[in-house]
């Protein structure tokens, strides 16, 4: 089996708060889990943008990512698409399922926006006249480039029938959120998610893998307009935390006192340490 979640950086130690660390990411830690199969996935506060160029602090944002991926990974169990997600374990941890990740980035875009924008000089907020799916190679090194499906399939980083699921669920994802989304008032501009190899016994089934939460979805209010994502990140438009806190309180997922509790602990903690 290839390496597990493709990370971005293997950790060397072996020790960490009494659990063995199998990788670390941008905005996440993944640790080996309490049983064959399962892993631990931590999230961080940490912030990158423009390939790890930008680099930040977004406190409390591991609380609100974890328990809002957690809830739109239920949900979306609930319709038949398979994740890697199993329980949460505590504000900042959930088990999942080890998975071999397949090395692309899946966006799916309903509004122009970002590099699209620029890319084709496309107004920033013009609405598709559908989604469009882009693959993208999960590579730092080479900026991940943008791949076409047949070089996907030539250099056999997916097979035809897995590209096939992929596409599949990912417009299935892409028309469940967009509705989701829209109850609480939000328009899904795009998002990006990854997919991963899940072996049990002697079949491999591909399954929807890492996080969905404003790290990797453009969400605008419907009536202002205004960014709820990490472009306000990205583009130092201010107010970070209160954007993904506004999310999971639309979506009802995270108590607005307890998260703001966790945002000022996290907030001392780090001024103590200066």
């Known amino acids: 089996m290839k390496d597990l979640y493709m990370p971005s950086k293997r950790i060397a130690s072996r020790t960490m708060n009494r659990r063995t660390p199998i990788y670390e990411g941008k905005a996440k830690q993944l640790f080996e889990g309490p049983e ?9 506060d940490d912030a990158t943008a423009f390939n790890n160029a930008k680099k930040g602090v977004i406190n409390g944002k591991g609380v609100i990512n974890n328990r809002i991926s957690e809830y739109i990974m239920l949900r979306l169990q609930e319709i038949g698409i398979p994740t890697h997600f199993i329980r949460t374990l505590n504000m900042r941890e959930q088990l999942v399922k080890a998975v071999e990740i397949v090395p692309l980035e899946v966006i799916v875009r309903n509004v122009a926006a970002g590099s699209f924008s620029t890319r084709f000089g496309v107004e920033e907020g013009a609405q598709l006249p559908y ?33 096939e699921d992929i596409t599949s669920m990912a417009l299935r994802i892409n028309d469940f959120l967009s509705g989701l989304f829209l109850g609480v008032g939000i328009k899904l501009v795009d998002f990006k998610i990854e997919f991963g190899r899940f072996y049990e016994g002697n079949t491999v089934q591909i399954i929807l893998a890492d996080e969905i939460s404003p790290d990797c979805c453009r969400l605008w209010d419907i009536k202002t307009g205004e960014k709820m994502d990490k472009d306000r990140f990205r583009r130092d438009l201010g107010k970070v935390e209160e954007a993904y806190r506004e999310v999971a309180h639309r979506l009802g997922v995270l108590p607005g006192n307890e998260v703001k509790e966790e945002v000022k602990k996290i907030a001392k903690t780090r001024k103590k340490g200066k």
């Open 36 to 44: 064959p199969g399962t892993l631990i996935q931590h999230f961080k």
């Open 131 to 163: 989604p469009i799916i882009e693959f993208c190679l999960k590579n730092d090194k080479l900026g991940d480039p943008i791949v076409a499906p047949e070089i996907v399939i030539a250099f056999q980083w997916a097979q035809p029938n897995e590209l």
